[in-house]
């Protein structure tokens, strides 16, 4: 596997888990205090994937060869089956819309790389099952809230993988296709910001192209944006490389291009890299920023990443 099919892999897992983090606390929240916290796959995730698969697995015969076009986008049946139960059970509204986006975003991406034609080989989809399963298995051995969810639905792992994974596995494919490709544009780019840009023109892509049937669902649902924790920043962009920028609160004109990235960070003892495409104005070295960002990652002790929410430039 090349260099950029693993930083894909490891970005997808990464963006699901920060897709989903409130919703894991929400569940966390009900389940026994001395329950380990170490497993990383979200339960949302496998439920979701059990009902896709479920439903696709019933619109393909056993004997036939996958194809890419058997996958369906945005609809109703699937939607029912995650959203609407969630409704009937009364779940938090952040639950429901959190549910709804990442079905969303899973149609979009893969709805994005046909449109760029991709194609996905079965070599490609065995390997992305081997993938999954690997962290499904590790997240199943170490928490009971998976084994729950399997036997609600009547499944054991071994079922699971020989009648659904491989259909819903073209949609994680598609997400992993699209971050390798970003990743062969922008080698060193950072998590949040190579899963923020993928996101952002598949999205884009996917509106564009089904934004009344996005409309109909958002509406049956009455779901609305999935919120997440806003930090805000003001300083002084430091440095551009590749794909971002670096903002330094306290930075002085004289110390830009004297003294190091490092350096600048930590005599400030703070510094927050963004992406350059997130914003609609040309940054450049100097400019002092109002930031508004979500999705905070730490790099080191007072180096961080965010992903980029509104941007305001001083004069």
């Not at 998590?191 to 993928?198: K, N, R």
């Not at 049937?213 to 049956?220: C, R, S, T, V």
Request: glycine share 4%; proline share 1%.
């Amino acid at each position: 596997m090349s260099k950029y099919e693993v930083e894909a892999l490891k970005d997808l897992q990464a963006s699901k888990n920060r897709v989903m983090t409130k919703v894991v606390r929400q569940i966390e929240q009900r389940t026994k205090p001395q329950q380990s916290k170490r497993w990383q796959y979200s339960i949302l995730t496998i439920m979701i994937t059990v009902c896709i698969g479920l439903f696709v697995y019933t619109q393909i015969d056993n004997g036939d060869e996958l194809s890419a076009n058997d996958v369906p986008i945005l609809d109703e049946k699937i939607y029912d089956m995650v959203i609407q139960e969630a409704i009937e059970k009364n779940e938090s509204q952040d639950l429901i819309n959190s549910n709804f986006q990442t079905l969303i975003e899973m149609d979009a991406y893969y709805a994005y790389a046909i449109s760029k034609g991709i194609k996905f080989s079965e070599a490609a989809i065995a390997e992305r099952q081997r993938f999954e399963r690997e962290q499904l298995e590790r997240s199943y051995k170490e928490s009971t809230l998976f084994k729950d969810g399997f036997s609600k639905l009547n499944l054991t792992l071994d079922e699971y993988y020989e009648k659904y994974m491989k259909v819903f596995s073209v949609k994680l494919l598609a997400q992993s296709e699209l971050m390798k490709d970003y990743y062969q544009k922008y080698e060193s780019s950072f998590q949040i910001h190579a899963h923020a840009a993928v996101k952002k023109e598949a999205m884009e892509y996917f509106t564009a192209e089904y934004g009344l049937q996005i409309a109909y669902l958002e509406n049956k649902y009455n779901v609305s944006k999935f919120n997440m924790a806003t930090y805000y920043k003001y300083g002084t962009v430091v440095a551009i490389e590749e794909d971002r920028f670096l903002v330094v609160t306290g930075a002085l004109p004289e110390e830009i291009g004297r003294l190091s990235n490092e350096e600048m960070i930590n005599k400030h003892t703070n510094g927050v890299w963004f992406p350059l495409f997130a914003s609609q104005q040309k940054i450049t070295i100097g400019q002092n920023v109002n930031i508004t960002y979500s999705l905070q990652e730490r790099l080191n002790q007072y180096d961080f990443v965010g992903d980029l929410e509104e941007i305001e430039i001083s004069e």
